[in-house]
């Protein structure tokens, strides 16, 4: 069965930061390609970071720069590092392995605010 587990989600000031963490179980880790992606209430699900088996990352333009997408294939783990969080990052995240399917996680829940 696979499992998708996202933690490290919470509230932060604006400018702080976070990291999200995401434990896979039931899949050959390495060879999915991990990604984040977000959903505010009322708009889309949106791609947030991605990256391959190889390590090539992709951002979203509104991260670029302050969010940081890693992986550790030992532990079975994509992460999330989230600096100099702003309001507008506010949203459920959720991680996806993705291969010739699409697994999802449940989704943690970020919200940047004073």
């Known amino acids: 069965q696979v499992q998708l587990v996202e933690s490290g989600g919470g509230l932060v000031q604006p400018g702080g930061s976070l990291r999200l963490s995401c434990a896979a179980s039931g899949i050959t880790f390495g060879a999915y390609t991990m990604g984040w992606y977000r959903q505010a209430p009322g708009k889309q699900r949106d791609m947030v970071a991605s990256?391959?088996?190889?390590?090539?990352?992709d951002y979203a333009d509104s991260v670029k720069g302050r969010f940081t997408i890693s992986r550790d294939n030992a532990k079975n783990t994509v992460y999330l590092q989230m600096n100099s969080l702003k309001p507008e990052d506010s949203a459920v995240y959720y991680c996806n392995a993705r291969r010739w399917v699409i697994y999802w996680g449940k989704g943690t829940l970020v919200t940047v605010s004073s």
């Open positions: 990256i391959t088996s190889g390590g090539e990352t």
